[in-house]
């Protein structure tokens, strides 16, 4: 999963769970939902038939099943006896050791999270999606919290005809029955529970096939066939590359990817099928500033480190998170190149850094660290390892960790184990500097990354707090965007006209820290406007319209209709400065208003809302429409949202008394 915000461990539960792995094995689930009018259908029961092995003789067995309805619960065709007390089914039997039986029963669900139904109710998006990971899939499918036992899910679905079905695995087939469609999704290998998952909306899909056959499915909505390139952009590059720089072939049949409203993180890597945040959905303007790259290289290697090979327990979810951000980032040097790969592995080290000083770090098996360290920390011991021990162990230990553990679970000792093994010696004092002891080893950090990276060198030499005679220089020598970005943000008085002739970066830069515009840049800055980044645009349109009060009414007919990210960054503020600006349009302001009200409403994405409820604040204008508007996000399913919201009334209702 790869969080926008911070991540709670999703696997935290799984050690506390019983143990039933050590006498039941799943083997294969068949299920059949049926949705009717975008809601889990509750005039009907969904079928579900299980197959499972006893390892040691039992009297009874059960699968989590969070606030269901069951009848006719049978094993191998005869009704027996069952409890349900709202979060197990148990199924009572005297199950004999080396058999195995089949269990069938009929079940209603009624989901209150896992499983999200999204504007089914108004005019926004009808879509229905899921998300296992830290929400437990049992809460709309009988299965097991446990990540320990992995199980072939073929599922069924029924649904209106004019929505897509998707779901993990291959469409096996798809037959149309009065207006409403069956479909039949297939797996061949077994996951953990937590990995199910389904969409049902209206979309469009491209397909490519990798270099090595796998079909590569980019879903859309139907409106947005301009953004799939610039959305989808590397993809199949990607794909390609982590194939072969892992060594192991992609594990499943088909790869598939789905944007979805108001998802809960970035993304998710549920097996052959991640679900992204429409956010990502870009033109190729926003590719510039907010594009989908990592997002996608990360939830694709996941398919390999989490999918394929599971962690044990919460303590080892960093070979989860930190295998997938490491491959991220080598699939992304493969595209963006060393430079970018190497400050990324810096910006991580000091960010890991300053937690260690706050007094937050933690080892990198404690179950309660932070994503920061999970997945950056985790991904920074690959890396050291790597250096370590050189490409060719390190490749051959990753490819003997997969083989041994695929379909399976492992703790870091299994991988460690797999290392050593064609190392040749032992790593423990490796293991304790930089995965067992609480500091982040960021001294050893960095003296790795200068020894491998003559820009890196150049970007910590280069800085305006420590040397100050030549600092008035840097602007002007050919060194790294970054390290001029850098130079910007310390002193951006040493912006001069000439600096507008950098590239994108340093022209952003210039946006960020040069807010008081001096005469003589005016000029050079209001090219800014035309810049290739919704970023640059809504920080030079607001410091251009501050700075230059006398030229207002010329920024805001130049930039009238630009809308700006998902979150119409720059239209929102757009209509800010036009309201605040009494003589232009004046006719118009009613409206607008209007329009940014409207903004607050349930159709729109939750990043829109926010930044509409924050403006309204601003102003000092949230009126009868936006204080319910407020009301309602308080119910919905996003909890940053819900968070947002909360803390936003708290603070109107302070104001007020
Ligand atoms: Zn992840």
């Given at each position: 999963?790869?969080?926008?915000?911070?991540?709670?461990?999703?696997?935290?539960?799984?050690?506390?769970?019983?143990?039933?792995?050590?006498?039941?094995?799943f083997?294969?689930?068949?299920?059949?939902?049926?949705?009717?009018?975008?809601?889990?259908?509750?005039?009907?029961?969904?079928?579900?038939?299980?197959?499972?092995?006893?390892?040691?003789?039992?009297?009874?067995?059960?699968?989590?099943?969070i606030?269901?309805?069951?009848?006719?619960?049978?094993?191998?065709?005869?009704?027996?006896?069952f409890?349900?007390?709202?979060?197990?089914?148990?199924?009572?039997?005297?199950?004999?050791k080396?058999?195995?039986?089949?269990?069938?029963?009929?079940?209603?669900?009624?989901p209150k999270?896992?499983?999200?139904?999204?504007?089914?109710?108004?005019e926004?998006?009808?879509?229905?999606?899921?998300?296992?990971?830290?929400?437990?899939?049992?809460?709309?499918?009988?299965?097991?919290?446990?990540?320990?036992?992995?199980?072939?899910?073929?599922?069924?679905?029924?649904?209106?005809?004019?929505?897509?079905?998707?779901?993990n695995?291959?469409l096996?087939?798809?037959?149309?029955?009065?207006?409403?469609v069956?479909?039949e999704?297939?797996?061949?290998?077994?996951m953990?529970?937590?990995l199910?998952?389904?969409?049902?909306?209206?979309?469009?899909?491209?397909?490519e096939?990798?270099k090595?056959?796998?079909?590569?499915?980019?879903?859309?909505?139907?409106?947005?066939?301009?953004?799939?390139?610039p959305?989808?952009?590397?993809?199949?590059?990607?794909?390609?590359?982590?194939?072969?720089?892992?060594?192991?072939?992609?594990?499943?049949?088909?790869?598939?990817?789905v944007?979805?409203?108001?998802?809960?993180?970035?993304?998710?890597e549920?097996?052959?099928?991640?679900?992204?945040?429409?956010?990502?959905?870009?033109?190729?303007?926003?590719?510039?500033?907010?594009?989908?790259?990592?997002v996608?290289a990360?939830?694709?290697?996941?398919?390999?480190?989490?999918?394929?090979?599971?962690?044990?327990?919460?303590?080892?979810?960093?070979?989860?998170?930190?295998?997938?951000?490491?491959?991220?980032?080598?699939?992304e040097?493969?595209?963006?190149?060393?430079?970018y790969?190497?400050?990324?592995?810096?910006?991580?080290?000091?960010?890991?850094?300053?937690?260690?000083?706050?007094?937050?770090?933690?080892?990198?098996l404690n179950?309660?660290?932070?994503?920061?360290?999970?997945?950056?920390?985790?991904?920074?011991?690959?890396?050291?390892?790597?250096?370590?021990?050189?490409?060719?162990?390190?490749?051959?230990?990753?490819?003997?960790?997969?083989?041994?553990y695929?379909?399976?679970?492992?703790e870091?000792?299994?991988?460690?184990?797999?290392?050593?093994?064609?190392?040749?010696?032992?790593?423990s004092s490796?293991?304790?500097?930089?995965?067992k002891?609480?500091?982040?080893?960021?001294?050893?950090?960095?003296?790795?990354?200068?020894?491998?990276?003559?820009?890196?060198?150049?970007?910590?030499?280069?800085?305006?707090?420590a040397?100050?005679?030549?600092c008035?220089?840097?602007?002007?020598?050919?060194?790294s965007?970054?390290?001029?970005?850098?130079?910007?943000?310390?002193?951006?008085?040493?912006?001069?006209?000439?600096?507008?002739?950098?590239?994108?970066?340093?022209?952003?830069?210039?946006?960020?820290?040069?807010?008081?515009?001096?005469?003589?840049?005016?000029?050079?800055?209001?090219?800014?406007?035309?810049?290739?980044?919704y970023?640059t645009?809504?920080?030079?349109?607001?410091?251009?319209?501050?700075?230059?009060?006398?030229?207002?009414s010329?920024?805001?007919?130049?930039?009238?209709?630009?809308?700006?990210?998902?979150?119409?960054?720059?239209?929102?503020?757009?209509?800010?400065?036009?309201?605040?600006?009494?003589?232009?349009?004046?006719d118009?302001?009613?409206?607008?208003?209007?329009?940014?009200?409207?903004?607050?409403?349930?159709?729109?994405?939750?990043?829109?809302?926010?930044?509409?409820?924050?403006?309204?604040?601003?102003i000092?204008?949230?009126?009868e429409?936006?204080m319910?508007?407020?009301?309602?996000?308080?119910?919905?399913?996003n909890?940053?949202?819900?968070?947002?919201?909360?803390?936003?009334?708290?603070?109107?209702?302070?104001?007020?008394?």
């Amino acid at each position: 999963m790869k969080n926008f915000f911070i991540i709670l461990c999703a696997c935290l539960a799984s050690v506390s769970v019983a143990q039933q792995t050590d006498y039941v094995d799943f083997k294969k689930v068949e299920a059949l939902i049926v949705f009717n009018q975008f809601q889990v259908d509750s005039t009907k029961y969904n079928s579900y038939d299980a197959k499972f092995d006893i390892l040691r003789s039992t009297d009874s067995i059960y699968l989590d099943a969070i606030n269901m309805k069951f009848i006719h619960v049978a094993i191998d065709g005869s009704e027996i006896n069952f409890s349900n007390d709202g979060k197990k089914l148990k199924i009572y039997h005297s199950f004999e050791k080396g058999k195995t039986y089949n269990l069938s029963f009929l079940f209603f669900a009624s989901p209150k999270k896992a499983m999200y139904f999204v504007g089914w109710e108004n005019e926004g998006r009808n879509q229905i999606w899921t998300q296992g990971q830290g929400k437990y899939t049992s809460n709309w499918l009988p299965s097991l919290d446990d990540t320990n036992d992995k199980i072939e899910f073929d599922l069924k679905f029924v649904a209106p005809k004019t929505y897509q079905v998707i779901s993990n695995g291959v469409l096996k087939s798809k037959s149309d029955n009065d207006g409403h469609v069956l479909w039949e999704y297939d797996m061949k290998h077994p996951m953990s529970s937590y990995l199910v998952a389904v969409v049902v909306g209206k979309y469009d899909k491209k397909t490519e096939t990798s270099k090595s056959g796998i079909p590569l499915e980019y879903y859309y909505y139907p409106e947005d066939s301009l953004k799939v390139e610039p959305t989808y952009r590397y993809s199949k590059q990607m794909f390609d590359f982590l194939e072969e720089e892992i060594g192991v072939a992609y594990p499943w049949q088909n790869y598939k990817q789905v944007p979805v409203h108001d998802f809960l993180y970035a993304g998710m890597e549920n097996t052959s099928l991640t679900i992204f945040s429409d956010a990502f959905v870009v033109d190729s303007i926003g590719f510039n500033d907010k594009n989908y790259v990592n997002v996608n290289a990360h939830e694709l290697a996941h398919q390999w480190f989490g999918d394929l090979v599971t962690a044990k327990s919460g303590a080892h979810h960093w070979l989860q998170e930190g295998f997938a951000t490491y491959y991220a980032l080598l699939a992304e040097k493969d595209v963006f190149g060393e430079n970018y790969f190497y400050f990324k592995l810096l910006e991580s080290s000091i960010d890991l850094g300053k937690q260690d000083i706050s007094g937050n770090g933690t080892s990198l098996l404690n179950p309660k660290s932070s994503s920061l360290t999970f997945y950056q920390r985790g991904a920074w011991v690959l890396h050291a390892l790597r250096t370590k021990v050189g490409d060719r162990v390190f490749r051959q230990a990753v490819i003997n960790y997969l083989e041994k553990y695929k379909f399976k679970n492992a703790e870091t000792s299994d991988f460690i184990k797999e290392v050593e093994r064609i190392y040749g010696r032992s790593l423990s004092s490796f293991v304790n500097l930089w995965i067992k002891q609480k500091d982040f080893p960021v001294d050893n950090a960095f003296d790795i990354l200068k020894q491998q990276s003559t820009y890196i060198n150049e970007f910590l030499m280069v800085d305006c707090q420590a040397k100050s005679s030549k600092c008035s220089e840097y602007l002007k020598y050919y060194v790294s965007d970054e390290a001029k970005a850098k130079i910007i943000s310390q002193v951006p008085e040493l912006v001069t006209p000439e600096t507008f002739n950098n590239g994108l970066k340093v022209r952003q830069a210039i946006s960020k820290y040069v807010r008081q515009i001096p005469v003589n840049l005016k000029e050079d800055y209001e090219s800014l406007l035309d810049d290739k980044s919704y970023i640059t645009i809504e920080n030079a349109l607001y410091n251009l319209w501050s700075s230059f009060p006398e030229d207002r009414s010329a920024y805001l007919f130049k930039t009238r209709d630009i809308v700006g990210f998902n979150d119409k960054n720059v239209r929102l503020l757009w209509i800010v400065l036009n309201l605040s600006t009494p003589f232009y349009k004046a006719d118009n302001k009613q409206a607008l208003f209007q329009e940014l009200i409207g903004y607050t409403g349930e159709k729109y994405n939750a990043d829109l809302r926010i930044k509409a409820f924050q403006y309204l604040k601003m102003i000092k204008s949230c009126n009868e429409d936006c204080m319910s508007n407020l009301e309602n996000a308080k119910s919905h399913h996003n909890w940053r949202l819900v968070k947002f919201a909360k803390q936003l009334s708290e603070e109107l209702e302070q104001k007020r008394n």
